[in-house]
């Protein structure tokens, strides 16, 4: 077995199992600290009107991500199963 089919293997045994509540809120604490981080970086370094735009967008990012798996935590990966 390769590399690839090793993280496809991986890959499909994480996505079929349905997130847990723990694993969002994981996942959301880590996208705010994530933001603020990159936020402050960006400040720092680029000035307050990147910093902005930045945050903006990296929370519009990590929205979608979060909604998405909020999605699959409810209706589980049954597409995954072979």
Do not use: C, K, P
């Not at 994981?26 to 370094?45: D, R, T």
């Not at 009107?49 to 209706?75: E, G, P």
Request: no cysteine; charged share 20%.
């Amino acid at each position: 077995m390769g590399i690839i089919d090793r993280f496809e293997a991986e890959y499909l045994d994480v996505s079929s199992s349905r997130t847990t509540v723990r694993e969002l809120l994981e996942l959301f604490v880590g996208a705010v600290l994530f933001v603020v981080g990159a936020s402050a970086l960006a400040y720092y370094l680029l000035g307050q009107r990147v910093a902005v735009w930045l945050a903006v967008v990296l929370t519009v990012v990590f929205t979608l991500t979060l909604v998405s798996q909020a999605y699959w935590a409810v209706t589980g990966r049954e597409d995954y199963d072979d």
